[in-house]
Protein backbone atom coordinates (compact mmCIF):
# COMPACT_ATOMS: atom_id res chain seq x y z
CA UNK A 1 0.00 0.00 0.00
CA UNK A 2 1.22 4.01 -0.65
CA UNK A 3 0.90 6.48 1.72
CA UNK A 4 -2.44 8.74 0.78
CA UNK A 5 -0.32 11.89 1.55
CA UNK A 6 3.33 11.24 -0.14
CA UNK A 7 2.69 8.06 -2.16
CA UNK A 8 5.73 6.44 -0.05
CA UNK A 9 5.61 2.33 0.69
CA UNK A 10 3.79 2.06 4.01
CA UNK A 11 5.37 -0.20 6.05
CA UNK A 12 4.26 -2.50 9.08
CA UNK A 13 5.39 -1.14 12.58
CA UNK A 14 3.78 -1.75 15.85
CA UNK A 15 2.64 1.62 17.38
CA UNK A 16 3.78 1.42 21.38
CA UNK A 17 4.41 -2.37 20.99
CA UNK A 18 0.25 -2.78 21.46
CA UNK A 19 -1.17 -2.44 17.52
CA UNK A 20 0.41 -3.14 14.20
CA UNK A 21 -0.30 -0.60 12.02
CA UNK A 22 0.34 0.65 8.23
CA UNK A 23 2.65 3.54 8.82
CA UNK A 24 4.93 5.61 6.33
CA UNK A 25 8.35 6.51 7.11
CA UNK A 26 8.36 9.47 5.07
CA UNK A 27 5.54 11.52 6.06
CA UNK A 28 5.13 9.67 9.74
CA UNK A 29 1.63 9.25 8.81
CA UNK A 30 -0.44 5.86 9.81
CA UNK A 31 -3.24 3.64 8.47
CA UNK A 32 -5.73 1.62 10.74
CA UNK A 33 -7.96 -0.29 9.81
CA UNK A 34 -11.57 0.51 11.12
CA UNK A 35 -11.19 -2.01 14.23
CA UNK A 36 -7.43 -0.41 15.23
CA UNK A 37 -8.68 2.93 15.34
CA UNK A 38 -10.81 1.55 18.31
CA UNK A 39 -8.38 -0.37 19.73
CA UNK A 40 -5.95 2.95 19.72
CA UNK A 41 -9.01 4.66 21.16
CA UNK A 42 -9.40 1.84 24.21
CA UNK A 43 -5.77 2.46 25.28
CA UNK A 44 -6.77 5.83 27.11
CA UNK A 45 -10.08 5.15 27.34
CA UNK A 46 -12.80 1.78 26.45
CA UNK A 47 -16.15 2.76 27.22
CA UNK A 48 -17.56 2.59 24.25
CA UNK A 49 -20.84 3.53 25.22
CA UNK A 50 -19.41 7.08 26.25
CA UNK A 51 -17.14 8.05 23.77
CA UNK A 52 -19.51 9.42 21.51
CA UNK A 53 -20.43 9.66 17.90
CA UNK A 54 -17.28 9.19 15.90
CA UNK A 55 -17.91 10.67 12.67
CA UNK A 56 -19.43 14.39 11.83
CA UNK A 57 -19.38 16.86 8.91
CA UNK A 58 -17.98 14.98 6.58
CA UNK A 59 -16.49 16.03 3.11
CA UNK A 60 -14.65 15.31 0.25
CA UNK A 61 -11.07 14.49 0.51
CA UNK A 62 -8.34 14.38 -2.68
CA UNK A 63 -6.51 11.57 -0.61
CA UNK A 64 -6.89 8.04 -2.41
CA UNK A 65 -7.65 5.44 -0.05
CA UNK A 66 -4.76 2.62 0.08
CA UNK A 67 -6.42 0.11 -0.11
CA UNK A 68 -9.06 0.12 -2.82
CA UNK A 69 -7.61 3.93 -4.68
CA UNK A 70 -11.44 5.50 -3.95
CA UNK A 71 -10.83 9.44 -2.28
CA UNK A 72 -11.88 9.35 1.21
CA UNK A 73 -13.51 11.94 3.09
CA UNK A 74 -12.50 13.75 5.72
CA UNK A 75 -14.53 14.06 8.88
CA UNK A 76 -14.53 15.60 12.42
CA UNK A 77 -13.82 13.62 14.71
CA UNK A 78 -16.10 13.15 17.76
CA UNK A 79 -17.30 16.48 17.99
CA UNK A 80 -13.70 17.86 18.71
CA UNK A 81 -11.04 19.57 16.99
CA UNK A 82 -9.54 17.36 14.89
CA UNK A 83 -10.31 16.26 11.21
CA UNK A 84 -9.60 12.52 10.21
CA UNK A 85 -9.85 10.84 6.74
CA UNK A 86 -11.66 7.62 6.13
CA UNK A 87 -12.62 5.10 3.42
CA UNK A 88 -16.37 4.93 2.49
CA UNK A 89 -15.59 1.37 1.64
CA UNK A 90 -15.15 0.98 5.13
CA UNK A 91 -11.01 -0.29 4.66
CA UNK A 92 -9.83 2.34 7.56
CA UNK A 93 -8.60 5.87 8.68
CA UNK A 94 -5.83 7.91 7.80
CA UNK A 95 -3.81 9.68 10.60
CA UNK A 96 -1.38 12.41 9.76
CA UNK A 97 1.59 12.79 11.81
CA UNK A 98 0.71 13.45 15.61
CA UNK A 99 -2.99 13.03 14.99
CA UNK A 100 -2.80 10.08 17.14
CA UNK A 101 -1.84 11.48 19.46
CA UNK A 102 -4.20 13.83 19.63
CA UNK A 103 -6.80 10.90 19.49
CA UNK A 104 -5.20 9.66 22.81
CA UNK A 105 -5.09 12.94 24.11
CA UNK A 106 -9.23 13.57 23.12
CA UNK A 107 -10.10 10.18 24.39
CA UNK A 108 -8.44 10.70 27.92
CA UNK A 109 -9.95 14.08 28.30
CA UNK A 110 -13.38 12.33 27.71
CA UNK A 111 -12.51 9.98 30.29
CA UNK A 112 -12.06 12.24 33.03
CA UNK A 113 -15.19 14.24 32.17
CA UNK A 114 -17.19 11.12 32.50
CA UNK A 115 -15.39 10.36 35.22
CA UNK A 116 -16.24 13.68 36.60
CA UNK A 117 -20.42 13.23 35.82
CA UNK A 118 -20.08 9.80 37.67
CA UNK A 119 -18.94 11.49 40.49
CA UNK A 120 -20.97 14.60 40.24
CA UNK A 121 -23.96 12.33 40.14
CA UNK A 122 -22.88 10.35 43.23
CA UNK A 123 -22.72 13.43 45.51
CA UNK A 124 -25.93 14.81 44.16
CA UNK A 125 -27.21 11.37 44.75
CA UNK A 126 -26.47 11.38 48.39
CA UNK A 127 -27.40 14.89 49.39
CA UNK A 128 -30.88 14.01 47.64
CA UNK A 129 -30.44 11.12 50.39
CA UNK A 130 -29.65 13.07 53.10
CA UNK A 131 -32.36 15.97 52.56
CA UNK A 132 -34.79 12.68 52.31
CA UNK A 133 -34.03 11.72 55.24
CA UNK A 134 -33.65 15.29 57.29
CA UNK A 135 -37.48 15.88 56.06
CA UNK A 136 -38.47 12.15 56.94
CA UNK A 137 -37.01 12.59 60.15
CA UNK A 138 -38.37 15.89 60.98
CA UNK A 139 -41.96 15.52 60.40
Aim: glycine share 6%; proline share 4%.
Amino acid sequence: MNCPHCAATLTPKFYKGMLEVDYCPQCRGMWLEEHELDRLEDTAFSQDEYKGSLLHRQQNSARPCPVCGDLMQEFQYRLYNLRLEFCPQRHGFWLDAGEEQRVLQIMRQRAAEVQRKHSAEAEWQDILKNLHRFFQEGL
